[in-house]
């Protein structure tokens, strides 16, 4: 069950009202709420009253320029993304109004699946920035819009010098890396700093460094100008350009390419880049917030990740332990999200019961946080009754081991299979072995997750803890039907 508050939102202003009506049904009830305005002045009145998260905006109507809303928007909100709607004679007003702060544009016609990943990403952005982050013995901070926002847990000494970081840290316009294991909270820390630092109010953006291929990235990160490459019909505006004066979250940054790191360490010395094709310097001035689950030591020693690069990123660094090694708050964390989600589910709960806390605290959580989420929410699913006994926990959870790998570590089947499956590989000849493997683990992964869902989007995403951006690249990527679901 989805409360009011966590329904994404999305304000759409055009004076054709069909355009208005095809985003309503593209983005249908109770997974999204769509307000429509047919002019930017009841636009503005929506988008005071609302907060919608994201906007979806036509640059030419009848009545009023959509630049001037646009401006409108940004002097009301800088932290909302706004999506220009243009038509091929205005696109180039559109690419302008990017450097303005617009956060994409579209040329119309399009169809649905050209907006969508679009939409979805605007509103993932606007949520990083605005769903409040309330460490420890914080009330509500006084730079987000409304008090339920998302509680930071952790007690363990290891977690209060992370907290005391973020304050310290936070008002300094210094570039700040955050380690740890997936799953361990580096994008809520990320969120923290930014909502508590002195750019609050202006725009924030966030990349995944792995989830792009690299001409991609580049042309996300920097824009490309007209005729770059093949395929570079119109000039693009980059992250950089976009969020000067704000801040940037480049997550993942351990999987950057050697090209991307030199770029980038330009872009951090000199405060300027070009867009791609293009010979002028721009001007930037961003914060870089990074995050990545990878041991940059070794990356440095093996040379995949420059160390002059590291220097510049980790002006700071924050380090998030791993779930077990946080002692007392894991049973305070699982009873917080029992409740929590219980009360989200609309279920009952009670208490958990030893036996049960038991299985939990003596866990690996190798996912960190994000699978604990996963299993309270699953057990929960599962519950017939408000007290959680170990029947209730998901099928397999701390099962014992079957086979021993090459180590003499123990591997339950499907670790055997897909050591199976690599060796194939590995005789077969194949340079790109990690590839293989990950798409045939996320076309099993995604395939059950959406069948279970009817295949549905956003509900996938939630159960699967991605963003909806992710998992529909993803599906685009390996080719599922949806629609077989
Ligand atoms: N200390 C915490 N208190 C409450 N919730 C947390 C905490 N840390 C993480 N979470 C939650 O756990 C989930 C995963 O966190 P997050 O996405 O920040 O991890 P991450 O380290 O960025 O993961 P990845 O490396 O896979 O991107 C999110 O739902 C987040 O809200």
Known sequence: MQTNASIPSLLVVDDDPLILQVMKLCLPEPDYRVYTAENAIDGQALFIKHAPDAVLLDIQMAAQSGLAALHEFRELDPRVPVILMTGHGTAETAISAMSGGAF????????PDDILPLIDSAIETSRMARLPTILPGERTLKNVDSADGEKVLGQCPAMVEVFRSIGRVAAREVAVLVLGETGTGK?????????????????????????????????????????????ADQRRIGKFEVCNGGTLFLDEIGDMTPLMQTKMLRVLQ?????????????????????ATNRDLDAAMADGSFRSDLY?????????????????DDVPMMTEF??????QQLGKDFLSISPETMQLLTSHSWPGNVRELQGVVKQTLLKASGPVIVPAFLPVGFGETKIATGPNGQTRQSWEVDLATEVQRLLESGSHSISDEVHDQVDRVLLEGVLKSTAGNISESATRLGISRPTLRNRIRHLGIDTTQS
């Open 104 to 111: 994409e544009y579209i040329t119309k016609p399009f169809e």
């Open 187 to 231: 994008e809520v820390v990320a969120r923290a700093i930014y909502q508590h630092s002195q750019r609050h109010d202006q725009v924030f953006n966030a990349i995944n460094c792995a989830a792009i291929p690299e001409n991609l990235l580049e042309s996300e990160l920097f824009g490309h100008e007209k005729g770059a490459f093949t395929g």
């Open 337 to 342: 999200f029992f409740r929590t989600f219980a």
């Open 311 to 327: 220097y510049r990123l980790n002006e700071y660094t924050i380090i998030l332990p791993p779930l077990r090694d946080r002692g």
């Open 270 to 290: 000199e405060k300027e880049f070009e867009r791609v094709g293009g010979s002028k310097p721009i001007k930037t001035d961003v914060r870089i917030i990074a």
